[in-house]
């Protein structure tokens, strides 16, 4: 989609530090973390949010838990502990209107849910 910073990466049109791709996938690191380990893994369809989401889609959402799993384990937070967040919509804080998964760790992280 035109003018989403995410599908621009996606493209290469934007220079990003990618950590995995596969022809569905691309993960690469937040460019402000906010903890050591700050990645962001984003399906390369260009899927506005989580409520833009179709069933048709359920496969490409477990991919992605894989690729977490599997980047968890590169990165050495499998075992410390890491988080998982999917911001949504204003009230969830979702900047970027492109879905994806936010990995937190490397740190003990703050507050838990607010
Ligand atoms: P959101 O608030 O939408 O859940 O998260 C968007 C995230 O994307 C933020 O953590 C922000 O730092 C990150 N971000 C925004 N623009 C870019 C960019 O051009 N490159 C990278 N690597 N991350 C970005
Ligand atoms: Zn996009």
């Given at each position: 989609?035109e003018?989403?910073?995410?599908c621009?990466?996606?493209?290469k ?7 995995y ?5 691309i ?5 402000n973390?906010?903890a050591p380990?700050?990645i962001l893994?984003?399906?390369k ?10 069933p048709?889609?359920e ?11 599997t980047?968890?384990?590169e990165?050495e ?5 890491f988080?998982?967040?999917?911001n949504?919509?204003e009230d ?9 998964f936010?990995i937190?760790?490397?740190?003990k ?6």
């Amino acid at each position: 989609m035109e003018d989403c910073i995410f599908c621009k990466i996606i493209k290469k049109e934007i220079p990003s530090n990618i950590v995995y791709e596969s022809n569905d996938i691309i993960a690469f690191r937040d460019v402000n973390p906010v903890a050591p380990v700050h990645i962001l893994v984003v399906p390369k369809k260009h899927i506005n949010s989580l409520n833009e989401l179709l069933p048709e889609d359920e496969q490409l959402i477990g991919r992605i838990y894989t690729v977490i799993n599997t980047l968890v384990k590169e990165e050495e937070i499998d075992k410390t502990g890491f988080r998982v967040v999917v911001n949504c919509g204003e009230d969830g804080g979702q900047e970027v209107k492109h879905l994806h998964f936010h990995i937190l760790g490397g740190k003990k992280l703050g507050t838990k849910i607010s």
